[in-house]
């Protein structure tokens, strides 16, 4: 059954891709965007203005789309500055009340919101379930501000009285616009050796490529019936001692320098080190037999440097 479709977030890397493929398969879509001039090239059936931030210019927006479903991919990553992170945790927060209440007031049915697969406490695995804890009590703040805001986010989406409500964890994204496209911080930086390799590199990632995100919105949009947290990541949970390598070596770059892991936070950020020291992978399970999702990509290796 086609729905009308409201996409907030959809000038980013995931909307980017989801816009389209809601509009292939029939919905009608809606775009929500903070600055119009962002949304060149973007072809949805409409468009509405508002800051995420301005509950009012929220509910103006949303009210005049009359959404039945609404689609929540806000954030504000790009530069992964301490700003853009207090702004993410904003969105996820503030921006997630706002879009509920509206979504609600506007008489939508379900709500679908992108939360992150990698902010599991770094406890078990190296591939953990859903129903593993967050990791509130990170020592790092910018880290503890980000799972406690992805962990009220979920509550929000699940909490809706009038919603249903989907939770999707994304795994650590590659694709056009990422920070692991060729040009992005991480491909510039891996291209030019300039990201080492902590020994012992025991940190689990489990990728996920952009057309995959999108494709895991399209079936939870589509699943009505379906509500829940769902992780969406590839097949190929990897250690950072095997995919910084390769993705090296796919790049054609020189193999990363080895660091002890001592010296990892220090020169790699907090953030980074626990990527390759600590994390622990996501397993998609759950995704697969309640949404009926698979990865078009299982592995990270056919694509991770490739485009
Ligand atoms: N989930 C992950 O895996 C993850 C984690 C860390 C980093 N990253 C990296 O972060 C980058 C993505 O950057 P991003 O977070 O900026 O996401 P993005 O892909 O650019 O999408 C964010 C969306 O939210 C919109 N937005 C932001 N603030 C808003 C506001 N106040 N009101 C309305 N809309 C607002 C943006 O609009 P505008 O177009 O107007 O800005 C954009 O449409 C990628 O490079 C990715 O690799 C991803």
Redesign the pocket.
């Known amino acids: 059954m086609t729905a009308r479709v409201l996409v ?8 980017r891709a989801l816009v389209p493929l809601l509009r292939a398969h029939g919905h009608h879509v809606t775009a ?4 119009p001039s ?1 949304a060149a090239g973007l072809d949805p059936d409409d468009l509405v203005v ?4 301005d509950a009012p210019a929220v509910r103006a927006a949303v009210a005049s789309a009359r959404p039945e479903v609404v689609v929540h ?6 530069g ?1 500055t301490a700003q ?1 992170l207090e ?2 945790a904003r ?1 996820r927060t503030e ?1 997630t009340a706002h879009l509920i209440a509206a979504a609600e007031a506007a008489g939508a049915r379900r709500i679908v919101a ?1 939360s ?1 697969a990698f902010a599991t406490a770094p406890h078990g695995g190296p591939v953990l379930t859903e129903d593993a804890p967050l990791h509130l009590d990170a020592p790092d703040p910018g880290w503890a501000l980000t799972t406690r805001a992805i962990a009220e986010l979920e509550r929000r989406v699940l909490g809706a009285a009038a919603l249903s409500g989907v939770v999707l964890r ?4 590659y694709g056009p ?4 496209h060729r040009g ?1 911080a991480i491909g510039a930086a891996v291209a030019r050796g300039r990201l080492p390799l902590p020994e012992p590199a025991a940190g689990v990632t489990s990728f996920l490529h952009v057309e995959d995100a999108a494709r895991a919105a399209l079936h939870a949009v589509e699943a009505d019936e379906v509500r829940g947290v769902f992780n969406v990541a590839d097949d190929d949970p990897a250690e950072a001692a095997v995919w910084l390598p390769e993705y090296a070596r796919l790049l054609g770059a020189p193999p990363p320098r080895v660091v002890p892991a001592q010296l990892a936070e220090r020169m790699l950020g907090w953030l980074t080190s626990h990527q390759l020291t600590a994390m622990r992978g996501a397993a998609n399970d759950r995704i697969r037999r309640e949404l009926d999702w698979k990865p078009a990509t299982p592995s990270w290796r056919t694509r991770l440097a490739a485009d």
């Open positions: 907030a977030g959809a000038t980013g890397v995931i909307g929500l965007v903070r600055e962002r508002a800051d995420a931030l991919q806000l954030s504000a990553l790009r992964s853009g702004h993410t969105l921006g992108q992150i994304y795994g650590t994204l616009g990422t920070l692991y992005g």
